[in-house]
């Protein structure tokens, strides 16, 4: 009698993806500089978190597919997309950096960045006739410490757009959101403050 070998969520999605990489070659866009080999080992990594481990191979294979089709990079350091759970099925949900990188590639900005404020920050901001946003950390990132959270956006003719938030409506914001409880919130808050 043989033996069964049973593999990992993670073998099995490799073996998806080795299977299907012609998938994955026509859904990454042309110029997106991710190559399908690349963009495979990215999402193999986003994929082996632990809140993802009730979720069906095939729906984080999918959920892959529709971060390809936009080019990005699935998880890690330069997460331009996050693969979520809900339930047993996988869902990528943009992060605020592919916000910005499909943003930029379409050419409606220039340059974005997102900045989360903790206590202790020297922080400024004004809006009206002359806006303005001032900024400077002073190194301390304990998310239970985090007062606001802005974005600024450059456009082409120079001019720019930001946005400010305080901790209580980025805390108002994820009472909305379906993924209230994700680890997204209570692991990585000031990344989600951040996207907000």
């Not at 400024?124 to 304990?142: A, I, L, M, S």
């Amino acid at each position: 009698m043989a033996n069964i070998v049973k593999r990992s969520p993670s073998e099995e999605l490799q073996a998806i993806f080795d299977k299907k990489m012609d998938v994955i070659a026509k859904a990454l866009p042309p110029g997106c500089g991710i190559s399908p080999i690349q963009f495979v080992a990215f999402a193999i990594q986003a994929a082996k978190t632990d809140v993802l481990r009730a979720c069906t191979v095939e729906s984080k294979f999918e959920a892959c597919v529709e971060v390809a089709l936009l080019g990005l990079i699935p998880g890690g350091s330069l997460a331009q997309a996050y693969l979520i759970p809900y339930g047993s099925i996988a869902q990528f949900q943009l992060s605020y950096r592919g916000m910005l990188v499909l943003a930029k590639r379409d050419g409606a900005i220039v340059r974005g960045e997102a900045r989360a404020v903790f206590e202790g920050d020297t922080f400024d901001y004004e809006f009206g006739d002359t806006p303005f946003v001032k900024h400077r950390p002073n190194g301390v990132t304990d998310s239970t410490r985090l007062t606001h959270a802005y974005a600024i956006v450059h456009f082409a003719d120079k001019a720019n757009q930001f946005d400010v938030l305080t901790a209580d409506e980025i805390l108002a914001v994820r009472e909305f959101s379906k993924a209230k409880n994700a680890a997204a919130w209570s692991k990585s808050f000031s990344e989600m403050a951040k996207k907000t």
